[in-house]
Each structure stands twice: as C-alpha cells, then as structure tokens.
C-alpha cells in the first residue's frame, strides 16, 4: 500500500532559524507531490506542488521543496522562519492513476518561538 | 483559491442518533468531494470519495452504511453519521477539487464530531 512518511512529529525552531521537514512516499510509479499547512483553527492550505519538470518548486510564503526521485522524497524548506508559521504542515502525495486519492502524511507541527 | 465551506464546525450528539455534514463548493463545480477522518495526532485518513450523481466509493474498512455520503448536486456532498457512537467521534475534513485544476485540492474548516 501507498504511504507516505514524516519524520518529524513536532519541530521547535527559533524565528529566521531554517526549516527542513522530511517527506518520503513508498510508491514507485509517478506521482504528483503535494505540501499543505493547517494554520490554528484555519483550513488546510496549498503550500505547493509537484507534477513535473523542476525538481525544485517554490510555494507561497517563501516555501520550497525538492523533488527527489531516487530517494522517494520531497522535503519541504524554508532558508529563515518566522514566528507566523507556526502550523502544521502535510505531506501528500497522489498516485497518478490511483483514483485522484490524497494520500497524506502524519503531519509535522512547527513552533517557531520569539 | 477556490472555497470549501463545511457546516457545522463543531456538534455534539447523543448516542444512537444521526448527525448530517454538510461540505460545500461555494465559487466553483466539483464533481468530485472527498470525506477525511482524523484522528488526534494522526494523519488525514481518507473515508470515501463522493462523485456528483452516483454511488460514493468507500476506502477498505469504512462502514458505508454507517457513513452515508450523498452528493447530489456539484456544489453539495453531505455526510451522515447514522446510529453515532462515542467512537465515532473524531475531526472530519471534507476536500474538493475543480473541474480546471483536477489534482488540487481545496479543504473545508473540518467538523468536530462529539458523541456522548
């Protein structure tokens, strides 16, 4: 079956300390990769997304993440943190072919103190 | 980006009764809905996906006579709870996506489920 892994369960940084969230998937066909972020008590949000060409996508609010194919990973990046993205952050990822499902990741809450 | 609204955001109900959610495309047409349960700490576990007009389609494990997915217009999918129990309570997140973007996602606020 499908999954996809997140390292890390809670990640305390510093503002303008850098972020690097691990995501890893199990499926070997293409995919089409996908981070969102849940702000408190706010929807769930598109961050950014992968279907092709560039390896190396940018998101909104400063957000990056690359595309690694033969490690099975797309880690989300973000070189200086501010306090304003304290959140929870998802990994999901779609089997091209597999129905359209989101297959998402246990999620990564990000504190990021004064 | 386009608007999921999901009403309510949070209810409480007694055990053995049903409770309805209701998950809305409010700018665009989404022929295809899609329930998610989560549970705390936990990943968005994915219940069923709902097509406009016909039968939804329920992951393994899920009771679909338990959790009744109606989509009956491109705008509407609702859910049901039928005969809650106190297990049932959980945080449920419906998706939907448009019709000019198909593998983007957008999220409604999520419904806290209580059952007492």
């Known amino acids: 079956a499908q999954s996809v892994s997140q390292h890390n369960h809670h990640v305390i940084l510093s503002e303008a300390a850098s972020l690097e969230l691990g995501c890893n998937y199990s499926?070997?066909?293409?995919?089409?990769l996908f981070w969102y972020v849940q702000y408190p008590g706010q929807h769930l949000q598109l961050l950014l997304k992968y279907f092709s060409g560039d390896p190396l996508v940018k998101g909104i609010k400063g957000f990056e993440a690359e595309f690694i194919k033969s490690k099975f990973s797309f880690n989300l990046r973000k070189p200086s943190v501010q306090w304003s993205d304290t959140a929870e952050y998802f990994c999901?990822?779609?089997?091209?072919?597999?129905?359209?499902?989101?297959?998402f990741g246990t999620g990564t809450q990000l504190k990021v103190e004064l | 980006g386009a608007v999921v609204s999901q009403h309510p955001s949070w209810v409480i109900c007694k055990s053995g009764t049903s409770v309805k959610i209701e998950c809305r495309s409010l700018d665009f047409q989404a022929t295809t809905m899609f329930w998610y349960r989560q549970f705390p700490k936990q990943s968005l576990m994915l219940m069923a996906t709902?097509?406009?007009?016909?039968?939804?389609?329920?992951e393994q494990g899920v009771e679909k006579d338990k959790f009744l997915i109606n989509h009956a217009s491109l705008t509407l999918s609702t859910l049901t709870v039928t005969s809650a129990h106190p297990e049932d309570s959980s945080f449920y997140i419906c998706?939907?996506?448009?019709?000019?973007?198909?593998?983007?996602?957008?999220f409604g606020q999520g419904t806290r489920l209580t059952v007492v």
């Open positions: 998706s939907a996506r448009t019709n000019r973007d198909r593998d983007e996602a957008f």
């Open positions: 709902s097509n406009e007009g016909s039968k939804a389609t329920y």
């Open positions: 999901a990822v779609i089997r091209t072919g597999g129905g359209n499902k989101l297959t």
């Open positions: 499926y070997g066909g293409t995919v089409n």
